[in-house]
């Protein structure tokens, strides 16, 4: 091995340059050359050796040790990243049997090899990984075995909802950011008796909304996760394709809202007149079809979240329905979290973690020979290497979110301390909350 390249795509991660750095001078100082690409797979895709030729220093460059020097605990991604999806046509193993639907595949593979690359570091998402199995795929289809570069993955996502993986570099930090953000709404909140609706990153699962509502004394949380008994409705939908017909759990706003507003009525009891409702943004694609229809998309088919205020909503209609329940007014304003913690200064543990994942993309890659594997870290920073194919689905080629499990000991350790803040007695998804003054005596 003489040379390898290293991407990363998608959103930003607080300790991106640890896992930059530690992987670049695990191999500097084995004699391998590393090129850093810039802003992902931007450049790669449309690589035509005439018309779009990879150009030094503008699409990437050789890093050097002055490069990565100190740069471990630094804000930002000194190769950028970019949100492209490569394998957009692609949808069924079929598809990379076909030329038109692989074309971009093809470019990337074609740019690294005249680039002389041995080795590729993918550093990404969950949307990443796919791209890395795609290329993996395609060039175990089309490509002689003499001619290919090898491809490992290294997880990165502040959502923390990978599966194959303890925990994701730059959740902490991330978490760590919108708690404190969080501690500073609530001191406002009790100072001007009044709520606040806060709206977190975290995609289609709840870890950051959870962990925020722990780290930020939250008097209630919900996420994705939670969409179940009073808070769901069922929805009919029809695929326009086949036009098989699917029944699926939907969020019911209503509900959500009353919920809310019988924990405030229960803390006003107890002469609490303040507090903090932390909502996973992932709610918004759990919206029944005709309230997230026309939602602008990525390019990974994902509704473009911030695009759609959720805290608005939620905090206009607590308002209303506070004022339908009591005949008073009651001062809730909103906010969404999320975008100042992705570049935040990387918290000691993301540092760490991202660090041992970047030395594990040499292990793997130099002393295991391995190719289309991911590195991941459990216990105390142990490297393994677990295949894509025990991470990727084989039928329709995508990843499985990891959700929070109901019932988990980090599940039930957010419904306690929401509990201990003085309001209802621990609850579980799906059930309706029974204020403590009108529990049934035992």
């Keep these: 091995m003489n040379r390898v ?19 670049t001078t695990s191999f500097l100082e084995a004699g391998i050359e590393v090129l850093g690409i810039f802003h992902g797979y931007t450049n790669l895709q449309d690589y ?3 018309s779009h030729p990879m150009v030094p220093s503008e699409h990437y460059r050789p890093l050097a040790p002055a490069d990565i020097r100190g740069i471990r605990n630094t804000r930002g991604i000194i190769i950028g990243t ?18 038109q639907k692989t074309e971009r595949l093809a470019r990337i593979h074609h740019a690294l090899a005249d680039l002389e690359v041995d080795a590729l570091i993918s550093i990404g998402g969950d949307d990443t990984l796919k791209t890395a199995n795609y290329l ?12 290919r570069f090898r491809i490992v993955h290294l997880p990165k996502t502040i959502d923390n909802d990978y599966r194959g993986i303890d925990f994701t570099f730059g959740f902490f930090t991330a978490v760590d950011v919108m708690a404190k953000e969080l501690l500073n709404l609530r001191a406002d909140c009790v100072a001007t008796s009044s709520y606040f609706m806060v709206e977190t990153m975290g995609r289609k699962a709840g870890w950051l909304s959870y962990g925020v509502a722990i780290a930020g004394e939250a008097s209630m949380v919900v996420s994705t996760e939670d969409v179940q008994g009073d808070l769901a409705i069922e929805e009919a939908r029809v695929n326009l394709v086949t036009g098989e017909k699917t029944v699926e759990l939907r969020l019911s706003i209503t509900a959500l809202v009353d919920r809310i507003v019988d924990m405030i009525l229960e803390r006003e009891r107890r002469d609490q007149y303040y507090g903090t409702v932390v909502l996973a943004e992932g709610l918004a694609e759990l919206l029944p079809q005709n309230a997230s229809a026309g939602l602008p998309r990525d390019e990974h088919g994902h509704i473009r979240l911030v695009a759609f205020d959720l805290a608005k909503v939620v905090c206009d209609r607590v308002q209303v329905r506070y004022e339908e329940r ?3 007014r009651k001062k809730v304003r909103h906010i969404q979290l999320g975008y100042e ?26 002393e295991e020979q391995l190719d289309g594997h991911m590195v991941s870290v459990s216990g105390q920073l142990d490297l393994h290497y677990i295949e894509f194919s025990k991470l990727i689905n084989a039928e329709t080629l995508r990843t499985e979110v990891r959700f929070i499990p109901n019932g988990s000991d980090f599940h039930r350790l957010a419904r306690f301390l929401e509990a201990q803040t003085g309001r209802f007695h621990a609850w579980s998804p799906g059930q309706r909350f029974e204020p403590e003054s009108e529990k049934p005596s035992e």
């Design 5 to 23: 390249a290293i991407v990363f795509s998608g959103g930003p991660a607080p300790a991106a340059n640890a896992v930059i750095a530690a992987a």
């Design 48 to 50: 035509d050796p005439a």
């Design 82 to 99: 970019a949100r492209v999806n490569p394998g957009a046509a692609i949808e069924t193993p079929s598809d990379l049997l076909d030329p």
């Design 136 to 147: 993996y795929e395609y060039q175990r289809h089309h490509v002689a075995e003499e001619n």
């Design 326 to 328: 009591t005949g008073r």
């Design 341 to 366: 913690s992705r570049c935040a200064p990387p918290h000691a543990f993301d540092v760490m973690l991202a660090s041992q994942l970047g030395i594990g993309a040499y292990r793997a890659l130099v």
